[in-house]
């Protein structure tokens, strides 16, 4: 990833000298050598080695969720319907406090039938410790390093973000390429939840859900975008995933203390916010010029607000509007009605 700094990924003088940076390969040797899949943490979702991005609004159970994850690996259970692989399980915790989090985990335990064992589930718990990415990073990689451990989480994430900023793209590269160094080193799967931007979701392309720069979305190996269904207490998961066929979106409902596969609901029923059309077309977007010229960006943010359309469905249904000779553009560089 490409973040404007390319001096702080490349090998230092040391490194060099060490032979740690990888060398060129011939593609014909490459391509000619078997190679190992790596386990399926979660089976169709998350290779042993991946990222994974939980996304979802705000009190949307994403903890909670996480919770499960983490129990289902550790104890080889399903989760949200999906066979896992079993293995040690390490889930950093910044957020919750002691009673609170022993609470939590002991009710999702309980709700999937498991009783506590030694050596299956390992938790840090650095509630008041949160700092800078760079700072911690090391830290738990140091700890976790020769463990074993086939998945790590992390929860919340902006706890790691300490002087970054989650709109810069640099900023976020910075953090998720922090995240790979620590799955390459450990060799777990890196799982950690992130939030949406305010207001309603439902007219945003799934990918384009997530707070803050892009790079949240399009850098993780596997992306779960939880979205609130009409139905109250449920919600549509929609996945991104680079290495697996791509899965058909389904719903889960929120049952104390998990999220339960939902067959009987509509995943295409999203909760829409009030006065909004369930879709919008280009036509909804050129009715915003009825009261007057706009700049590009008054239009896009205009769309955004009385649309929920999404910054790449906006520009789509721009070029289709100007295909269709339907909106102009002014001398002072505002659009118009044709």
């Known amino acids: 990833m490409n973040t404007g700094k390319p001096s702080e990924y490349l090998p230092t003088a040391e490194e060099a000298a060490e032979n740690t940076f990888p060398a060129i390969v011939d593609a014909a040797t490459f391509a000619a050598e078997p190679m190992t899949e790596p386990a399926q943490v979660v089976h169709g979702i998350l290779h ?8 979802g609004g705000s009190k949307s159970f994403k903890t909670w969720t996480l919770i ?15 066979p896992t692989t079993q293995g040690r399980v390490l889930f950093v915790n910044f957020e919750i406090q002691d009673f609170s989090w022993q609470s939590r985990i002991n009710a999702v335990a309980a709700a999937k039938g498991i009783e506590h064992e030694a050596e299956k589930l390992h938790l840090l718990n650095l509630r008041g410790r949160a700092a800078n990415y760079r700072t911690l990073i090391p830290q738990i990689q140091k700890l976790a390093k020769e463990q074993g451990f086939a998945l790590i989480i992390l929860d919340p994430i ?61 850098d993780p190996d596997s992306l779960l975008v939880m979205t609130r269904h009409e139905t109250e207490n449920a919600f549509t998961i929609e996945a991104t995933l680079r290495n697996f066929p791509q899965v058909e979106p389904f719903v889960v409902t929120w049952k104390y203390p998990i999220m339960q596969p939902d067959a009987g609901l509509d995943p295409a ?28 960006a008054e239009w896009k943010q205009s769309a955004d607000d009385e649309l929920g359309v999404s910054k790449t469905k906006f520009y789509r249904q721009l070029s ?12 002072g560089d505002k659009w118009k009605k044709a």
């Not at 042993?48 to 996304?55: D, E, N, P, R, V």
């Not at 499960?68 to 999906?82: E, G, H, I, K, T």
Request: charged fraction near 20%; charge should be neutral.
């Open 48 to 55: 042993q080695g991946s990222k994974l991005a939980l996304g």
């Open 158 to 218: 902006y706890k790691l973000y300490g002087g970054a900023d989650e709109n810069s793209a640099g900023d976020v590269a910075g953090l998720l390429n922090a995240l790979e160094s620590l799955a390459v080193d450990t060799g777990a799967a890196i799982a950690f939840g992130c939030h949406f931007s305010k207001g309603n979701q439902a007219a945003k392309e799934s990918i384009d859900r997530i707070s803050g720069s892009g790079v949240f979305a399009r």
């Open 320 to 331: 289709e509007l100007t295909g269709k000779s339907k909106a102009i553009k002014t001398t």
């Open 68 to 82: 499960d994850l983490a129990l289902s690996v550790a104890y080889r259970m399903p989760w949200l319907s999906f």
């Open 269 to 296: 029923a999203l909760k829409q916010a009030a006065g909004r059309k369930a879709t919008s077309t280009a036509d909804d977007l050129l009715a915003l010029l009825n009261d007057g010229p706009l700049t590009t």
